[in-house]
């Protein structure tokens, strides 16, 4: 019956999620023009991958490392937004992937705000790799795109297990020595794993204040010269370094606590003295006959060697010690007096310590200006991107990029989410409600308490209190149940172990017994009286049999003593 029932709910659902289907909306670009501050803005609105301006890297490290993973530009294949809205997927699992888009002209993001935004779909989950993108200096070589290929800023989520950050990674150089240097967000927010549109917004403004928004809702923020710990390293060295050429002076006392000097010294005979818990007992005397020339142990004469010794692998056979016989009956070696505690004993000489008033603290060397400081105010003020990149490794197949955004205008990235990921978004999740994976059986409904029942508004008082009563004497009846087969089990132990309740079911069992026997007995007196005045045309013996009922069974208080006998006995 639920079987039925619910495949025919799966059967509507499966219906309905057709009907949805045929309604849902066609796709249509978004005007490019509304656009003005865009470097970037793009859906994927080609017949394939040839015709778009993206180039896959055909780089190559040694012949075995290639980037082969494939590329497609397709539409979604699981909970579908819009029908037609195409993205660029990443196809191939466990594969580098590469490919990006040259800018026709170079970006300049100085004293700009910087946004960059994209969509990400993980159409298969992603157990393990990276969904992130970089932004690639002047002058890169689309063809040799790979990870050794400077960028400015690095951003998206990176993936392994537990292990999950959405990455903000700026490149800056510094001035006094010229070496780039990569700063990473110190603590960064986690991505969204599930199998949806996802949404995320780097923006660097030109006063530094810097976010990170996932479906437009800030995950991150801060200001990347104020907030000194925000990127590590941090963005600018310390001002003051260390002075490697200073050293530690002799006269450093930096022992915070000394022996007390008023203290007297420790006798040199202290240990000796006092020292010992335990002592040779001086009175004890060596005994008359103990013979000091004798050992105590000596070879066993009758000890005969093995025929199977091997003197080269078993090395040199010796004979097993044995007891001297002479010292049977008398002490031989050397003679020791027998230890006694020392009556003296005070335990370790201590010696208090106190504060040491000439202590100078730990020695740090002196600080001096950081030769190498430098002051980056602006690292808002990028080098100048050519173009935009995906390197990425993935264990999992169908990863899809869409709606990507580079350009100055917070406003324009804002629109863009509005315009295309919030509608995506409601399509996405109605279809993902429909669709979503289900436990392949209804779960069992846990079966109803009595407090369930209580709240049942539905039942009528009288059926809750005849269901109560019900619950109540079930319980009890399987309380005796048990309790019965237990005492059959063992009784003295059940006994023993409750007697009370023992006590209690004998009570309960003799009284409804009593009680049972005596209703009955009335019940056949009532009949038989009943019988008795029946008209005389009874045969004989029928008359006898009811003498002999009514002979059989005595008054009702007679009755109560006859019948708790036999159970007494038992
Ligand atoms: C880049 O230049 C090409 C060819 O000049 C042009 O077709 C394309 O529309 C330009 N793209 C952008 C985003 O301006
Ligand atoms: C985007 O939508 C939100 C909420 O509807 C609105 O407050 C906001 O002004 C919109 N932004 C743009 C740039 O249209
Ligand atoms: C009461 O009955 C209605 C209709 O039969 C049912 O939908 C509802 O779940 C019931 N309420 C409870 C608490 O069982």
Redesign the pocket.
Known sequence: MKLSCFSVGVTLAVAAGVAIASDVPEYKPLKKSVLKNAAIFEQFDYEDINESPWRISHAEKDDEFTYRGQWAIETSKVYPGFKGDKGLVMKTPAAYHAISYKLNESFDNTDQDLVLQYEIKLQDGLSCGGTYVKLLNQGYDESEFNGETPYQIMFGPDVCGSNDKVHFIINRPNPSTGEVEAHHLRTAPMSRNDQLTNLYTLILKKNQDFEIRINGDVAKAGNLVKNTALLTPPLNPPEEIEDPYDTKPLSWDDRKFIPDPNYPAKPDDYDELYGNAYIPDPEAVKPEDWDESEPLFIPDPEAVKPEDWNDEEDGEWISPDIINPICETKGCGEWQPPMVPNANYRGIWLQPDIINPNYKGTWKPRKILNPDYYEDKTPSNIGLIDGIGFELWTMSKDIMFDNIYLGHSI?EA??I??LTYNPKSVLENDDYDLNRPRAPIEPIQPPVSFEDFLNDDNESTLTQFIEFIRIVFLRQFLDIKDFYYEFRLNPLDLILNEPLKFVVYCCAFLTIFTFGFAIINVLVFVLAASKQELPKNETPEQEAKIVEIKDDEPSATGVEEHTTKPIKRH
Do not use: I, S, T
């Open positions: 406003k804002e629109l989410g509005n």
